[in-house]
């Protein structure tokens, strides 16, 4: 019988690419992971690692392992969510996971109603860029996470991870409100206000969080690369700036909560679309029903 923790950091591997990843995220030491990959090798008969380079590449024997682990992970979650079910009343911890502006906008009232609804649940919030989500969803540093992703760059599906939508919300193209920008000029939008904007200078999202991939990726959709003047992670940071007239920047309905009379909000056809997301098969675990459920009375009420 193969082990199912050497199948976990077997499927981790798969997901984060190099051993030392893999044992920075279980707080293992890389010659641990090394040790317990070999023992499942060994428990395998056969091999399931080889060398490209210097990396630590699958065979497509341990291919075909992480995808029957995930079946198997998603089973283990889908017979926790019954026994859970079977208890009376929720309690623990749940730990979830959420982009700034909707820690801003949407949490609180949600943990005011599983608080009101669900006393005895321990809930702890952590704000993460949606990148780092998944994986700790499937490490199990988080049991629900709120997720995004822009309809002009999808985010793959993921095999350990089920969600369900929640919300889609417009985007805007935030501008100095006296802005003579391109074909934007002060209170004239443009057809294609991205397209107006080529000549401006940019302020987007560090590299390596969505923010910054999504708006280099909607400016090369309109046939130029931005001139980027500033990063900033923050949106109300981000509007600041623009009300400065330091640049423009992509702003979601969400992260606008008093518009400053010195920035314009220029609507873009693109949608952000918000989705709450947790480990496949733990769908029907009461605590999971119980977040999604806030969630969507949250989101019901922001929008009214």
Do not use: K
């Not at 991870?161 to 100095?176: G, H, K, R, Y």
């Not at 057809?191 to 910054?212: E, F, K, M, N, Y």
């Amino acid at each position: 019988m193969l082990d199912v923790r050497r199948l976990i950091l077997l499927r981790d591997l798969a997901h984060l690419g190099t051993i030392a990843a893999v044992a920075q995220a279980h707080a293992y030491t890389p010659s641990a992971v090394s040790q317990q990959l070999a023992a499942l090798q060994r428990e395998a008969g056969t091999r399931l690692l080889e060398r490209t380079g210097r990396r630590v590449g699958l065979t497509s024997t341990a291919t075909a392992l992480v995808q029957h682990t995930e079946v198997i992970l998603a089973a283990l979650e889908a017979a926790d969510a019954t026994v859970a079910a079977a208890r009376t009343g929720l309690r623990g911890r749940v730990r979830i996971g959420a982009f700034p502006s909707a820690v801003r906008t949407l949490l609180p009232a949600a943990l005011v109603g599983l608080a009101r609804d669900h006393p005895a649940l321990d809930l702890m919030i952590s704000e993460l860029d949606p990148v780092g989500m998944p994986a700790a969803l499937r490490s199990r540093r988080l049991d629900v996470a709120l997720l995004h992703d822009y309809d002009i760059a999808p985010t793959p599906p993921d095999p350990a991870l089920d969600s369900t939508a929640l919300l889609e919300e417009t985007v805007f193209l935030a501008v100095p409100s006296d802005a003579a920008i391109g074909n934007i000029a002060a209170g004239h939008a443009s057809p294609d206000p991205i397209s107006g904007a080529r000549d401006a200078q940019w302020i987007i999202g560090s590299p390596g969080t969505l923010c910054h991939s999504v708006a280099l990726h909607a400016c090369q959709l309109a046939g130029f690369t931005p001139a980027v003047r500033h990063h900033a992670d923050d949106f109300t940071a981000m509007l600041a700036l623009v009300a400065a007239g330091q640049g423009v920047a992509l702003i979601p309905q969400l992260a606008i909560a008093q518009p400053s009379p010195q920035v314009r909000l220029l609507p873009l056809s693109m949608r952000r679309r918000t989705r709450v997301a947790y480990r496949r098969g733990a769908g029907g675990h009461p605590a999971v029903v119980a977040c999604v459920a806030a969630l969507r009375d949250a989101t019901t009420a922001f929008l009214d």
